[in-house]
């Protein structure tokens, strides 16, 4: 049987570093667990654009479409900010969410025992903490039309638009209480039902769903300005979270600070199952590319890694060898191995990105 | 010369018991200070609902208008949550919100000594913290068109619209520079600029108000999610922060409750100056209605008394007197008196809402 493809889009400022060090963890399933890739590069973000003058060339979405999983960087810098908005390297990013039909984002927010002390929230209120927040993304108003910027009298007005249809919600908020049944069978909802008649179309579509098909599950729904309140007031009272486009940029935002293990944190973005039963599936690290430091060798590749990790779990359904390779992470860790983000006030002197590449290879 | 005047809605849940204590507040000044008010009371959101089937009748909204300052307490409540949206309580505030213009909601985020051990938040983290979150309050997603849920094809589709001005931009951002020359001097804009066509011209509008009327400010943009990390990472880097209606919905939530003193925090949303130089104005605490605790008199009035203070400071030109009452809040604060919302882990017996008030009367 051909092995499975992977995509790998290192993208821009650390994203080649810390997808360098995914690539030896890679090569060591492949030689040691029997469990090889084949595996593909190419560009994406600035660096597509310096290339080829657009973030995302057709040839690398066509190989998006066709891999069995994408492996991303990290995208945008500062060489980039005076683009215009259509070939701004962020636009890569968004054309294969949209492409590919991604719209599951799972972000765990999850506290690392030996890194607690770097919350900056007080140790008991993140010890342990384990959330999942699915956010949907491929909708909402990062792609509603009409948008852009019109003349309108004498001046200029900016436009967006927020749209969700049934279907759309539904799909997101089945995959929520999917994971929920799997985790802590609590799911919360949050929007803004209040104020914005989309909201009130998303709470009455995660209602239905989860009586019609999730009624075992634990279901509440939360203003999203009350989420945020209660991410910062006590973070483990949630499970799963469930979310729009944009609530769930800014709310998995504030949770992954919340652990304190920003440059630890993985994600996967889902979409619905091939004929093979794989989801389209696209992982990144949470951390962005992190510019000022690109280059040094000073990157944190764990964020990285274990976004492989769950590529194991969620598309290659090797659930064991994904834990096997946390478990590695998490015992590096608890060894004292620290990149230069994770010195905390006691200081002492930082590996670089490819000694913890061997840290972690070594306890593999 | 008339007495000037204030048109008091206590609203809903522990509105009506907060603000009793603010009316004993507002009988001192005009006793021992020589500031009397003409105070007027009436009905708004659910309590107004329940008398007129509208949550603010025209008669309020016409006495709103007319009124030198308008003291809210809080709407909403489970009772009214299976309301149609267009009667639900928050309706009626938006609709003050709306036709008050009022386009400027300042949210200080400030965290008391006395109270620094609340924070969720490391106390070096939050100790002195004081910033001022400047909302835009009557545009953006909040009043959009075109809004509602809508049949598409064989499904319903749920549509808000982002929408946003240069002149709205502008004058928000006015405020926001003119707020921060009296205090750290610093602005940050939020939006997301990156995805959003309503964020680009948000960045360039603030961009160019600055540069030509402001340029002794200092400025700095950021991505919305990347505020909400700044926020619970390192929320003293910040002086004021400018941003959206629904942005700063969430992002001043998220600031108020890592102060630690939620059921501390005032607000006061303002327009345009008036031809005696007030501006149109509403003073509200930052915390709901509280429906669980509402009418047993254990909510802590601090809020609403703080949100008067900033009625005599933005429209009554009485900075002193704002002064006056702030510290005598601190000082009974600093002297022990705590509410239940304010008991920590220490224990102790809280006092009642009205034993607040009396407190701080003393210590006026
Ligand atoms: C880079 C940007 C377009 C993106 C987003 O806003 O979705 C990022 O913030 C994220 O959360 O993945
Ligand atoms: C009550 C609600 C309509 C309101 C809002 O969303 O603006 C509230 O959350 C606030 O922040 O004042």
């Known amino acids: 049987m051909a092995n499975p493809t992977l995509l790998i889009l290192a993208g821009d400022g650390i994203g080649p570093e810390v997808m360098g060090q995914v690539v030896r963890i890679i090569d060591w399933f492949g030689d040691k667990r029997d469990l090889a890739f084949d595996v593909d ?33 990290a995208v945008g810098g500062p060489k980039y900010d005076a683009l215009d908005f259509s070939v ?15 719209f ?27 959330i999942m927040i699915v956010r949907e ?8 039309e009409p948008r852009g910027i019109f003349e309108e009298g004498n001046e200029r ?45 998303w709470r009455e579509v995660v209602q239905k769903v989860h009586d019609e098909d999730y009624p075992d599950v634990e279901l509440s729904h939360m203003y999203a300005d009350n989420g945020a309140m209660q991410l910062v007031r006590a973070p483990k009272q949630f499970d799963v979270i469930v979310t729009d486009n944009l609530f769930g940029d800014i709310l998995s935002d504030c949770a992954a600070m919340l652990t304190g293990s920003l440059g630890m944190l993985p994600s996967a ?22 510019p000022d430091i690109a280059g040094q060798g000073k990157a944190n590749p764990i964020a990285c890694i274990l976004s492989f990790a769950m590529a194991l779990r969620y598309s290659f359904d090797q659930g064991d060898e994904a834990a096997r390779l946390e478990k590695a992470v998490e015992q590096v860790l608890a060894d004292g191995a620290r990149t230069a983000d994770l010195m905390g006030p006691e200081g002492g002197s930082p590996i670089s990105t490819s000694e913890m590449g061997d840290a972690i290879l070594a306890a593999l």
């Not at 597509?48 to 991303?72: N, Q, R």
């Not at 701004?88 to 991604?102: A, Q, V, W």
């Open 41 to 73: 590069h190419d560009l994406v973000g600035g660096a597509a654009y310096d290339k080829h003058g657009t973030p995302l060339h057709d040839d690398t979405m066509a190989k998006a479409l066709a891999a069995d999983a994408v492996l991303l960087g």
């Open 88 to 102: 701004k390297p962020e636009r890569g990013l968004l054309r294969l969410r949209k492409e590919m039909d991604l």
């Open 104 to 130: 599951s984002n799972l972000r765990p927010a999850q506290c690392f025992d030996a890194l607690a002390d770097f919350s900056s929230l007080k140790k008991d209120l993140v010890a342990g903490l384990d």
């Open 137 to 144: 993304l491929t909708s909402g108003v990062y792609f509603g």
């Open 157 to 201: 007005v900016g436009i967006n638009t927020q749209r969700y249809t049934e279907s759309e919600i539904d799909r997101v908020a089945r995959s929520a209480f999917e994971l929920a049944r799997r985790r802590g069978n609590k799911v919360c909802s949050m929007e803004k039902a209040n104020v914005m008649e989309s909201g009130i179309l």
């Open 269 to 290: 973005s889902l979409g619905a199952p091939n004929a093979d039963g794989r989801p389209k599936a696209l992982y990144e690290p949470v951390h962005g590319s992190a």
